[in-house]
């Protein structure tokens, strides 16, 4: 299936081996989960792979060292903050769950779409993680 989906031009990224909170980690678990997903990915699909994508969305200094050392170009997460050191691997996304485009009467909406998308929501919801110079602190 992800060699299908790489032929339709989609870019395939990693996101651990097991999904764990790498917040909750230790080193030798980050580094094994970011470089093993990503040595896995590029034997199965023979390319390279340069994008990570942090379960949950969350990140601290020791994840992106990780992901830093294991070799990936771009990471991507939840919170709109950024690390000064690694700003390329701390790239904020728009996380859409499932219905979470739809207006009160169940209906895809687009403007609840553009709001989601435009981080509109995000002045009530917000990140809640404490973050000093663009590093997360837990």
Request: glycine fraction near 8%.
């Amino acid at each position: 299936m992800l060699e299908r989906i790489r032929g339709a031009g989609v870019v395939i990224g990693s996101h651990t081996k097991t999904h764990v909170v790498m917040t909750n980690e230790t080193h030798e678990c980050l580094i094994d989960e970011a470089m093993g997903s990503r040595q896995e990915l590029e034997r199965r699909l023979g390319t390279a792979v340069r994008h990570f994508a942090y379960p949950s969305g969350m990140y601290n200094s020791a994840s992106v060292s990780a992901v830093a050392a294991a070799g990936y170009r771009f990471g991507y997460t939840t919170c709109a903050h950024r690390s000064v050191e690694h700003p390329l691997l701390t790239v904020p996304r728009t996380l859409l769950w499932e219905n979470s485009c739809l207006d009160s009467h169940r209906r895809f909406s687009e403007s609840v779409m553009s709001c989601q998308v435009q981080r509109v929501f995000d002045l009530v919801s917000g990140c809640h993680r404490h973050h000093v110079s663009g590093e997360v602190s837990e």
